[in-house]
Structure formats: structure tokens, C-alpha cells
């Protein structure tokens, strides 16, 4: 077969039970049209019934399979094999955890704990307007939607937030401070000032530095810099 590739992933084990740290390497043959998540499955049928890893929907869409490929944040169901090989021109992987939260085992981090920065924002309509008539719909002119539908995308996978370093300190990171920019800009949403108050806390929208790296990894594709940038200029 010709689309056959050997490969070589590096792996970062964690076994909580004995504290211990370790990386891993697992010799592979795989199809171009494998995905990661494919992979894994194989080295676990194949090779290692221990390595844990994380997916749910396997379609970009829930965020949980999420990790480190050579250096870049990714969605392990999104790679595929002869994609991976031709991006990072090798066929070795080192594949890290995400560092956005602690680790819970081998490739899994506690996204949960992640999460906790998107609940800080409230990520809802904290105090929506009423339709203009009662029991009707509440309408958003198209040319409004468009200012903001493409921030809309984020699956909270937080690739952005691993790539930005300011995330790893005081600061909400990427995802969640686009998330309550976003409800800034909508006409819905009433409670603009306590949303103002979050946008500009001590670790709100100005710890952002403008590297754009949360753009450069998105698997949505969405300018993720582009909305912050708004934010901190106060144009919603
Ligand atoms: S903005 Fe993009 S990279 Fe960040 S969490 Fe949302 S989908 Fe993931
Ligand atoms: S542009 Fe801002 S949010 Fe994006 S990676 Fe850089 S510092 Fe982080």
C-alpha cells in the first residue's frame, strides 16, 4: 500500500497512582486517512491498552481531544496522518497534554478545571432585552450577527488558551474573554456594565499582548486577536 506510513509518536505518560512522569515512544504503521485519534486507538489495541487520551464526538466539535503536536496545539480527531507528516515535514511526534490544566492522566487534563475560567465570564445572556413584542422573537439585523457569528465557531477546545502565554498566568485567556466580548456585541445582552467589569478585571482582555498566537492555532479558523483587539478598544 502506498499511503502506509511508519511513524513515530513521543508521549507524555503520567500515572497518578505512583506519581511518576515519563515519556513513551510508540513505533506505528498507519494510513495517510488515519487520524490521531485512530492512532491512539491502534496503539491501545496493538501496543499499550494503557495510554489514556480523551474525544467524545471525534468531529471537531465538542473540544476534547485537544493536545500538543510538535510544539503546536491541535484536535487529535481533526490530524490526520499524511497531513502531520507533510505540516511538520517528519514522521516523529512528540504529543504533549494541553497546558491549560492539570493532568489527569497521560494525555487527559481535567478540563473541567479549565472550564472554570469560562463560568467566570457567565457565558449566557446574564440579562436579556425582551423581544420589542411580547411573544414575538427577539430579531438581530444580519449586519449585526456578521460582526460577531464567526466568534460564535469556538468549541472551547482550548488550543488558544495553551498557545497563549499570558494564560498561564493571571489572565482569563482567549476563549473566555472572546466569549463574554462576543455577548458584548450583542444587542440581547443588557448587562454591558458588569460585562464591562469583567472585560477589564486585573486579569481581563489587557493582560493580552497582541502575539496573536490564539489565531495562529485555532481549529475554527476564528481571529480570535481580532476580537480581543476589540475589546480593548471598547468597539462592540
Ligand atoms: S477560540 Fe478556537 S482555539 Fe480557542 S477554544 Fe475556541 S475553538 Fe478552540
Ligand atoms: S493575542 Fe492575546 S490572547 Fe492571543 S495568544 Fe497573544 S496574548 Fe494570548
Redesign the pocket.
Known amino acids: 500500500m502506498s499511503d502506509l506510513y511508519t511513524i513515530t509518536l513521543d508521549i507524555s505518560r503520567y500515572d497518578p497512582d505512583t506519581n511518576l512522569s515519563w515519556i513513551q515512544s510508540y513505533q506505528v504503521q498507519a494510513g495517510g486517512i488515519l487520524r490521531f485519534v485512530d492512532v491512539f486507538r491502534k496503539i491501545n489495541d496493538e501496543q499499550d491498552p494503557t495510554l489514556a487520551w480523551a474525544s467524545s464526538c471525534e468531529h471537531a466539535q465538542c473540544?476534547s481531544c485537544?493536545i500538543i503536536v510538535n510544539g503546536k496545539?491541535m484536535l487529535a480527531c481533526e490530524l490526520l496522518v499524511r497531513d502531520a507528516v507533510a505540516q511538520f515535514n517528519t514522521h516523529t511526534f512528540s504529543l504533549r497534554p494541553l497546558r491549560i490544566a492539570p493532568v489527569i492522566r497521560d494525555l487527559v487534563v481535567d478540563l473541567e478545571k479549565a472550564y472554570d475560567r469560562i463560568h467566570e465570564i457567565k457565558p449566557f445572556l446574564i440579562n436579556p432585552a425582551p423581544p420589542p413584542e411580547e411573544g414575538d422573537e427577539y430579531r438581530i439585523p444580519p449586519e449585526t450577527v456578521n460582526n460577531y457569528v464567526e466568534?460564535t465557531?469556538?468549541?472551547?477546545?482550548?488550543?488558544?488558551?495553551t498557545?497563549c502565554i499570558s494564560s498561564h498566568r493571571h489572565f482569563l485567556g482567549?476563549?473566555a474573554t472572546?466569549a463574554n466580548i462576543v455577548r458584548l456585541m450583542d444587542p440581547r445582552e443588557t448587562a454591558k456594565d458588569e460585562r464591562l467589569d469583567i472585560l477589564c478585571r486585573e486579569d481581563g482582555v489587557y493582560r493580552c499582548h497582541t502575539s496573536r498566537a490564539?489565531s495562529f492555532?485555532?481549529?475554527?479558523?476564528?481571529d480570535?486577536s481580532h476580537f480581543l483587539a476589540l475589546g480593548k478598544e471598547g468597539k462592540f
Open positions: 473540544g485537544g496545539p466568534a465557531r469556538c468549541i472551547n477546545c482550548f488550543c488558544c488558551a498557545a482567549p476563549n472572546m490564539c492555532v485555532c481549529p475554527k479558523e476564528i480570535i
